[in-house]
């Protein structure tokens, strides 16, 4: 049975050297490292998903003037001129019936016109539909331009911390693999001394052929998170600034479900946008129906021309006219009654798509929520299980210095306080991402708990 040896003691206090150095290390690279909030605002700024939803709702805004332009009045100016050639044949009677007389000539003449008008709709079903309908457009641009705002603070968020997970397991599994390292040399001279087992030094290689693979494995998942937050943010990404080691959950506010679930069906920019499409399309209905309706003008015309017909050669004419142009369209061959048909359908089918959005956000807000409030347990009892980890591997320490245990016990003591650690890490990311995931379903997530959620990494 293997003693702890001075030697022992050695690879104890050099293994928590190792871990204390990768921790350390992972403090002092984030002086200079990329925090949350430098990230967010980055994203604004570079990421071209978002750069679309911005100029999407530039575009949007303007469909509100468009419909309102059908109401209002029109002013249209016109003006001609042309060079006229004439051939005039002219054909008279000779008195005493001596028979007719035929002339002819070529007059040439300029001739010009110029006219003025103003027309403003009186009744229009159409225009008003559009104008209704550009209203709801402006709308929906605005509350997809707010989803692509929540959407782009869950993407930085979750590449963040998909890329710190990824470097906390590569932190935790190098300073396991240098712990290991060390256990192996103290444990092969032992071996040499006698005072080990060839059984001892099978399993300390197996351990660190497996974390050697562990350290592999993790470098890459950092390389594939540092790629996908670079792709977000549209800089190069060094390193991050880690979570405060102090953190702790704090208590959901609103608790319930219930609540959020209010919240969500008032506020969440997706199903306000669905709402708005709805919108749209009824008013689509509308204007297909107004085909059947008339249409009433006020018209009012000022011209001026000269010379406009070979019978007005030389003359000017100033024309002054108000009046009313009333338009009833009697049959156009089906057409109206055919988009009205194709009109009301195409609604119906968005007030469908609405109802699976809402239904799929239900669902994700459900998840989210209980994402919040198992992390919260979780993380309380993660932290207990790394300090009884902690524990644990101190006192087998202490029972292979009593001749009670083995190297294989301490090995294993180790792998169950790394575990620990990472379920911890894991688990602390789960429950911010899922407050993000939470806010942007219940509609209420903004820049400001971005901010919030950054003040938690140092």
């Known amino acids: 049975m293997p003693i702890l040896t001075k030697t022992t003691q050695q ?13 350390m290390a992972m403090g002092a690279g984030s002086a200079a490292a990329l925090n949350l909030q430098q990230a967010y605002d980055a994203a604004l700024k570079n990421d071209p998903t978002y750069k679309m939803g911005f100029y999407e709702s530039e575009a949007g805004k303007e469909s509100r003037a468009i419909g309102r332009a059908g109401l209002l009045p029109s002013l249209s100016a016109s003006y001609s001129g042309s060079r006229n050639r004439a051939d005039q ?37 159409d225009a008003l539909a559009r104008y209704r309908q550009g209203v709801a457009q402006s709308k929906e641009a605005e509350a997809k331009y707010e989803l692509s705002g929540s959407d782009v603070a869950m993407r930085v968020v979750s590449a963040y911390f998909d890329m710190l997970f990824a470097s906390d397991q590569v932190a ?25 087992t060839k059984t001892d030094m099978l399993e300390i290689e197996a351990r660190l052929d497996l974390a050697e693979a562990q350290v592999i494995e993790g470098r890459d998942a950092v390389t594939s998170a540092r790629n996908a937050l670079e792709g977000v943010v549209g800089m190069e990404v060094d390193n991050l600034a880690p979570l405060a080691p102090n953190f702790r959950v704090e208590r959901l506010l609103p608790a319930s479900y219930e609540e959020w679930r209010t919240i969500a069906m008032e506020n969440n920019p997706e199903l306000r946008a669905a709402r708005h499409t709805v919108e749209i399309y009824e008013q689509e209905i509308q204007k297909a129906r107004a085909g059947h309706m008339p249409r009433l ?3 009012a015309t ?40 194709q009109a009301v359908a195409t609604a119906e089918r968005y007030k469908s798509e609405l109802d699976v959005r809402t239904n799929r956000m239900l669902v994700e807000l459900r998840k989210a929520h209980s994402v919040v409030v198992s992390s919260m347990a979780k993380v309380d009892a993660l932290l207990k299980a790394v300090d009884s980890g902690t524990m644990l591997m101190k006192a087998t320490e202490q029972s292979i210095k009593g001749g009670v245990r ?12 790394v575990t620990s650690q990472r379920d911890l890490a894991q688990a ?31």
Request: proline content about 2%; some cysteine; charged content about 20%.
């Open 297 to 299: 003008d006020f018209v």
């Open 428 to 458: 602390r990311y789960s429950y911010l991402l899922g407050v993000v995931r939470l806010k942007a379903a219940a509609g209420t997530l903004n820049g400001a708990d971005v901010t919030e959620i950054a003040n938690y990494f140092r």
């Open 172 to 196: 935790l599994v190098l300073a396991q693999r240098d712990a290991l390292e060390e256990h192996r040399k103290v444990t092969k001279r032992m071996f040499e001394k006698g005072e080990g």
């Open 302 to 341: 000022y011209s001026n021309s000269d010379s406009d017909s070979i019978t007005t050669v030389n003359q000017s004419t100033l024309n002054r006219s108000l009046g009313f142009q009333l338009n009833i369209p009697l049959y156009s061959g089906g057409q109206v009654s055919a988009a009205s048909r």
């Open 406 to 417: 083995i190297n294989l016990d301490l090995l294993n003591a180790q792998q169950q306080l």
């Open 89 to 125: 044949t002219v054909i008279q009677t000779l008195p005493q019936g001596l028979g007719t007389y035929k002339s002819e000539s070529h007059p040439q003449y300029l001739s010009r016109s110029a006219v003025l008008q103003l027309r403003q709709p009186l009744f229009a079903m």
């Open 11 to 23: 690879f104890r206090l050099r293994a928590m050297a190792c871990a204390l150095g990768a921790l």
